[in-house]
T-cell receptor, first 111, second 112 residues
């Protein structure tokens, strides 16, 4: 039982490049989330998926897209990376909509 | 978006001391959660609170859900070196499916 896993752990991109961050959970949770963490800003919600087949915007969705591939997997895509997207990205999942469990994070640098 | 005010921002304490931190909000939350984050890791859930007035312990950690439903505190008794890290409070609005609102964290530093 690995919980929530994320790949890659580290990534460096040039401005304008695209990439997809992968997240998977093996806890049979219904809801999945993507957050970004910046110094002094805490964790901010980018997108969430309350159940398989649905996705909704969070607090800071601009510049991102998501796909809930199936119940286990929820990916985050940056179509054209910008330096402002340099951050640590965390995926989380929850059975309902409250207690969330986090992955180890992806550290992204956009040059 | 909703705001959670977490204080203090940082704490420098001696090993063995007790620690207290809190979160307040102008909004009502139906769930309060406390997480700890170690360097290079994701947040790990410490305590979850689901009812106003609820007091819950997890080893040396104790957290309470304020009766106004707008605040929560976390206490750590007899701190040890492995307590070092960043502690986050988080709140969930009733029926909300849009994730958690996080405080900005309390950075705990323990001096031996």
């Amino acid at each position: 039982n690995a919980g929530v896993t994320q790949t890659p752990k580290f990534q460096v991109l040039k401005t304008g490049q695209s990439m997809t961050l992968q997240c998977a959970q093996d806890m049979n949770h219904n809801s999945m989330y993507w957050y970004r963490q910046d110094p002094g800003m805490g964790l901010r919600l980018i997108y969430y998926s309350a159940s398989e087949g649905t996705t909704d915007k969070g607090e800071v969705p601009n510049g991102y897209n998501v796909s809930r591939l199936n119940k286990r997997e929820f990916s985050l895509r940056l179509e054209s990376a910008a330096p402002s997207q340099t951050s640590v990205y965390f995926c989380a999942s929850s059975r309902l909509t409250d207690t969330q469990y986090f992955g180890p994070g992806t550290r992204l640098t956009v040059l | 978006g909703q705001q959670l005010n977490q204080s203090p921002q940082s704490m420098f304490i001696q090993e063995g001391e007790d620690v207290s931190m809190n979160c307040t909000s102008s909004s009502i939350f139906n769930t309060w959660l406390w997480y700890k984050q170690d360097p290079g890791e994701g947040p790990v859930l410490l305590i979850a609170l689901y009812k106003a007035g609820e007091l819950t312990s997890n080893g040396r950690l104790t957290a309470q859900f304020g009766i106004t439903r707008k605040d929560s505190f976390l206490n750590i008794s007899a701190s040890i070196p492995s307590d070092v890290g960043i502690y986050f409070c988080a709140g969930q609005l009733q029926g909300g499916a849009d994730g958690l609102t996080f405080g900005k964290g309390t950075h705990l530093i323990i001096q031996p």
